[in-house]
Protein backbone atom coordinates (compact mmCIF):
# COMPACT_ATOMS: atom_id res chain seq x y z
CA UNK A 1 0.00 0.00 0.00
CA UNK A 2 1.21 3.12 -0.93
CA UNK A 3 1.99 5.95 1.55
CA UNK A 4 2.78 9.73 1.35
CA UNK A 5 6.83 10.21 2.59
CA UNK A 6 7.54 12.58 6.01
CA UNK A 7 10.53 14.26 6.42
CA UNK A 8 10.47 15.48 10.25
CA UNK A 9 12.51 18.40 11.58
CA UNK A 10 13.00 20.29 15.09
CA UNK A 11 13.43 23.62 16.24
CA UNK A 12 14.52 24.64 19.60
CA UNK A 13 16.62 25.02 21.61
CA UNK A 14 13.85 24.03 24.25
CA UNK A 15 13.91 25.67 27.81
CA UNK A 16 11.34 25.68 31.13
CA UNK A 17 11.01 28.92 32.21
CA UNK A 18 9.13 30.59 35.05
CA UNK A 19 6.31 32.68 33.59
CA UNK A 20 2.72 33.68 33.13
CA UNK A 21 -0.26 31.69 31.49
CA UNK A 22 -3.17 33.55 30.79
CA UNK A 23 -1.98 36.23 33.56
CA UNK A 24 -0.78 33.98 36.40
CA UNK A 25 2.34 32.26 37.69
CA UNK A 26 3.11 29.62 35.96
CA UNK A 27 6.16 26.98 34.90
CA UNK A 28 5.88 26.52 31.50
CA UNK A 29 7.71 25.16 28.51
CA UNK A 30 8.69 28.20 27.00
CA UNK A 31 8.85 32.12 28.08
CA UNK A 32 6.42 34.10 27.70
CA UNK A 33 7.31 35.08 24.78
CA UNK A 34 7.26 31.52 23.30
CA UNK A 35 11.04 31.51 23.37
CA UNK A 36 12.34 28.08 23.95
CA UNK A 37 8.43 26.47 23.68
CA UNK A 38 8.00 22.81 21.68
CA UNK A 39 8.40 23.09 18.19
CA UNK A 40 8.46 20.82 15.04
CA UNK A 41 7.57 20.87 11.64
CA UNK A 42 6.47 17.72 9.01
CA UNK A 43 7.10 17.50 5.67
CA UNK A 44 5.08 15.86 3.47
CA UNK A 45 5.59 14.56 -0.12
CA UNK A 46 2.57 11.94 -1.70
CA UNK A 47 2.13 11.65 -5.64
CA UNK A 48 -0.56 13.63 -8.07
CA UNK A 49 -2.97 10.97 -7.35
CA UNK A 50 -2.50 10.90 -3.73
CA UNK A 51 -3.91 14.30 -2.75
CA UNK A 52 -5.05 15.01 0.84
CA UNK A 53 -4.78 16.06 3.74
CA UNK A 54 -2.10 15.46 6.82
CA UNK A 55 -2.52 16.75 10.84
CA UNK A 56 -0.96 16.26 13.90
CA UNK A 57 -3.33 14.36 16.54
CA UNK A 58 -1.50 14.31 20.34
CA UNK A 59 -1.78 12.47 23.35
CA UNK A 60 -0.90 13.87 27.05
CA UNK A 61 0.34 12.09 29.85
CA UNK A 62 0.33 14.48 32.53
CA UNK A 63 1.27 14.93 36.11
CA UNK A 64 1.24 17.35 38.56
CA UNK A 65 1.25 18.39 42.00
CA UNK A 66 0.91 21.95 43.85
CA UNK A 67 1.36 22.17 47.90
CA UNK A 68 -1.32 25.04 49.07
CA UNK A 69 -1.13 26.89 51.97
CA UNK A 70 1.72 24.88 52.83
CA UNK A 71 -0.08 21.89 54.19
CA UNK A 72 -2.83 20.79 51.26
CA UNK A 73 -1.08 18.83 48.58
CA UNK A 74 -3.34 19.22 45.43
CA UNK A 75 -2.53 16.53 42.46
CA UNK A 76 -3.83 16.06 38.99
CA UNK A 77 -3.22 14.99 35.20
CA UNK A 78 -4.22 12.09 33.35
CA UNK A 79 -3.56 9.38 36.20
CA UNK A 80 -0.79 7.63 34.15
CA UNK A 81 -3.04 6.72 30.60
CA UNK A 82 -2.65 8.76 27.68
CA UNK A 83 -5.46 11.54 27.05
CA UNK A 84 -6.41 13.32 23.80
CA UNK A 85 -4.88 16.56 23.87
CA UNK A 86 -6.12 17.91 20.65
CA UNK A 87 -7.28 16.62 17.52
CA UNK A 88 -6.42 17.95 14.91
CA UNK A 89 -3.34 19.96 17.14
CA UNK A 90 -4.17 23.27 16.17
CA UNK A 91 -2.45 25.23 13.21
CA UNK A 92 -1.61 21.44 11.81
CA UNK A 93 -4.50 20.67 9.51
CA UNK A 94 -3.05 21.41 5.74
CA UNK A 95 -3.75 20.30 2.29
CA UNK A 96 -1.30 18.14 0.65
CA UNK A 97 -1.85 19.45 -3.07
CA UNK A 98 0.32 20.55 -6.34
CA UNK A 99 0.15 23.71 -7.11
CA UNK A 100 -1.11 24.33 -10.48
CA UNK A 101 1.34 24.76 -13.18
CA UNK A 102 3.87 23.33 -11.00
CA UNK A 103 5.81 19.71 -11.98
CA UNK A 104 6.60 19.43 -8.47
CA UNK A 105 4.98 16.50 -6.43
CA UNK A 106 1.87 17.70 -3.78
CA UNK A 107 3.85 18.57 -0.92
CA UNK A 108 2.91 20.36 2.66
CA UNK A 109 4.39 21.50 5.78
CA UNK A 110 2.52 20.70 9.12
CA UNK A 111 4.18 22.52 12.17
CA UNK A 112 3.65 22.47 15.64
CA UNK A 113 4.07 24.50 18.25
CA UNK A 114 3.01 23.89 21.84
CA UNK A 115 3.62 25.51 25.10
CA UNK A 116 2.42 23.47 28.42
CA UNK A 117 2.24 25.15 31.64
CA UNK A 118 1.19 24.30 35.05
CA UNK A 119 -0.66 27.76 37.17
CA UNK A 120 0.83 27.67 40.91
CA UNK A 121 -0.20 30.85 42.35
CA UNK A 122 -1.61 29.96 46.18
CA UNK A 123 1.27 27.63 46.01
CA UNK A 124 4.66 27.10 47.93
CA UNK A 125 5.92 24.09 46.09
CA UNK A 126 4.63 23.01 42.29
CA UNK A 127 5.45 19.93 39.88
CA UNK A 128 5.27 18.39 36.56
CA UNK A 129 5.77 16.28 34.20
CA UNK A 130 4.10 15.65 30.64
CA UNK A 131 4.65 12.98 28.23
CA UNK A 132 3.23 13.95 24.94
CA UNK A 133 2.81 11.78 21.91
CA UNK A 134 2.39 13.32 18.23
CA UNK A 135 1.25 11.04 15.62
CA UNK A 136 1.09 12.82 12.03
CA UNK A 137 -1.44 11.47 10.04
CA UNK A 138 -2.80 11.26 6.02
CA UNK A 139 -5.98 11.09 4.28
CA UNK A 140 -6.28 11.34 0.81
CA UNK A 141 -9.13 13.06 -0.72
CA UNK A 142 -12.13 11.07 -1.19
CA UNK A 143 -15.39 10.10 1.14
CA UNK A 144 -14.46 6.64 1.57
CA UNK A 145 -10.75 7.04 2.69
CA UNK A 146 -9.79 7.36 6.30
CA UNK A 147 -6.81 8.63 8.20
CA UNK A 148 -3.32 6.57 8.23
CA UNK A 149 -0.60 7.21 10.74
CA UNK A 150 3.18 8.17 8.92
CA UNK A 151 5.02 9.27 11.56
CA UNK A 152 5.10 9.90 15.89
CA UNK A 153 7.01 12.18 17.54
CA UNK A 154 7.58 11.46 21.48
CA UNK A 155 8.71 14.32 23.94
CA UNK A 156 8.86 15.34 27.75
CA UNK A 157 9.60 18.06 30.01
CA UNK A 158 9.09 18.41 33.73
CA UNK A 159 9.43 21.33 36.47
CA UNK A 160 10.00 21.91 39.86
CA UNK A 161 9.28 25.33 41.34
CA UNK A 162 9.59 26.21 45.23
CA UNK A 163 8.55 29.79 46.33
CA UNK A 164 11.24 31.86 47.85
CA UNK A 165 9.33 34.96 48.34
CA UNK A 166 6.67 36.11 50.44
CA UNK A 167 4.00 36.94 47.26
CA UNK A 168 3.30 33.75 45.39
CA UNK A 169 1.02 35.92 42.61
CA UNK A 170 4.08 37.30 41.50
CA UNK A 171 6.29 35.05 39.80
CA UNK A 172 9.26 37.11 40.84
CA UNK A 173 9.05 34.41 44.41
CA UNK A 174 9.59 31.73 42.67
CA UNK A 175 12.67 29.73 42.25
CA UNK A 176 12.82 26.84 39.67
CA UNK A 177 14.53 24.05 41.33
CA UNK A 178 14.96 21.45 38.08
CA UNK A 179 13.44 21.09 34.99
CA UNK A 180 14.16 19.23 32.08
CA UNK A 181 13.18 18.45 28.21
CA UNK A 182 13.66 15.59 26.68
CA UNK A 183 13.35 14.90 22.61
CA UNK A 184 11.36 15.67 20.39
CA UNK A 185 12.29 12.07 19.13
CA UNK A 186 10.51 11.19 15.06
CA UNK A 187 9.71 7.59 14.56
CA UNK A 188 7.85 6.33 11.15
CA UNK A 189 4.89 4.14 12.19
CA UNK A 190 1.86 2.70 11.06
CA UNK A 191 0.33 2.91 14.73
CA UNK A 192 -2.85 4.75 15.42
CA UNK A 193 -3.43 7.07 18.12
CA UNK A 194 -5.40 5.24 20.89
CA UNK A 195 -7.19 7.38 23.96
CA UNK A 196 -10.27 7.22 26.68
CA UNK A 197 -10.72 10.42 27.74
CA UNK A 198 -9.48 14.13 26.20
CA UNK A 199 -8.12 16.19 28.54
Known sequence: MYQPQIEFSRYGPYEVHLGHYFGLPAICLGDDNEKGAMGFRAVVTSRVEF???????????????????????????????????????????????????????????????????????????????????????FRPYGDDNIWVTLGRVEWNWFGNALLTGIDSWSIDSWTLTSSGVTGPDFAKTTEFPYWEEAY
Open 51 to 137: QGRVKATQLVNRWWSRLVLGQITQTGGTGGSFWLDADPYPDTLVDVIQMPGSTHPPAAASTLSDRPCLTIQNSSLASINDQFKTYYM
